[in-house]
């Protein structure tokens, strides 16, 4: 698992690895795909397999992963060079894109809102999302709890200069949430799904009919030119991953439990949430490019972005044979 401190050492390989020769000449082919993961989903399960790997064994590529506990932080690393290709919610690529990273949609996916929430303590006196004024609530700046937050903060009339936030990593948040130091944690699955078992633990409300559950791979920019070619093929190649687990739900249940050591009963309540389907690959349809617009305005105007950004300038369409 990537810290902050070995995010920078990456950034700081990917600097030297930027010192490229004169002249304007195209750089070869890479020889290493170089991959960004957080341990769930469809890239858990390539890894696991080997999939990418076997892919591209016959070219003399070979697969590299490094693994983050959010989006921000690997997205940080991407767009400085120092990843090739990743995984995101909706927010982090706002932040890239307002800090002129070097990178580009490729793909996208879709997952279940109901996988998103907002927990507190069982025995809080929070029942309502009104209840949350003035009180402690924990999200990853950048990420995409901090859409759901602002958005559920809405629905129940705040915003969040009504609240204390506070901008704490996944692991950081949950133990801020054990030990009672926060009042409220706006999170993604598994922990919420975690959060459901937990007698400790209440849901207060799901981002459901409340936010679209769009996510998104990301490369590189300068990978992306010089490997245009490998991009559709990293896709298929994921999708085809997908679709195999999700025909063989038992067996993916089983087999990312053991990845992320989530238990098995944990792991098929979130891949049983309405419109999961770790199949669903695809480039951007118009749909993603305008949701991703529309809130990238919103943040701007709510001045959580420091700058209007124009979400299609970087987004990547494969050529046509």
Do not use: C
Not at 252 to 278: F, M, Y
């Amino acid at each position: 698992m990537v810290t902050r401190r070995q995010t920078l050492g990456l950034l700081g390989a990917a600097a030297a690895a930027a010192i490229l020769p004169s002249g304007g000449k195209a750089r070869a082919a890479t020889k290493q795909l170089r991959i960004g993961w957080q341990k769930n989903g469809v890239l858990a399960l390539a890894k696991s397999q080997g999939a990418l790997e076997k892919r591209f064994a016959s070219r003399g590529i070979s697969v590299t992963w490094s693994e983050f506990t959010s989006g921000p932080p690997l997205l940080e690393a991407l767009g400085a060079g120092a990843l090739d290709f990743g995984p995101t919610g909706d927010v982090p690529p706002l932040f890239a894109q307002a800090a002129k990273g070097n990178l580009l949609y490729v793909g996208t996916y879709r997952g279940s809102s109901a996988g998103s929430a907002i927990l507190v303590h069982a025995d809080s006196d929070i029942k309502a999302l009104a209840d949350l004024k003035g009180k402690r609530i924990a999200f990853k700046r950048g990420s995409s709890a901090h859409n759901v937050t602002v958005k559920l903060l809405r629905k129940g009339g705040l915003s969040l200069a009504d609240v204390t936030p506070l901008d704490l990593a996944p692991p950081d948040a949950a133990a801020a949430f054990k030990n009672g130091s926060i009042d409220a944690w706006s999170i993604w699955d598994p922990y919420t799904a975690i959060a459901q078992n937990d007698p400790q633990t209440r849901v207060l409300t799901t981002a459901e009919g409340v936010v679209d559950s769009w996510s998104y791979f990301l490369a590189n920019g300068d990978f992306t030119q010089d490997n245009g070619d490998l991009i559709p093929e990293i896709l298929d190649e994921l999708r085809n991953v997908g679709n195999v687990a999700q025909a063989n739900f038992d067996q993916t249940v089983k087999q990312l439990a053991s990845i992320t050591g989530v238990p098995e009963e944990i792991t098929r309540v979130t891949l049983s949430r309405r419109n999961a389907n770790l199949g669903a690959i695809s480039t951007l349809p118009d749909e993603a490019v305008a949701y991703q617009q529309s809130l990238a305005d919103e943040f701007y105007s709510l001045k959580i972005i420091p700058r209007k950004l124009t979400i299609a300038d970087i987004v990547w369409r494969p050529k046509q044979s």
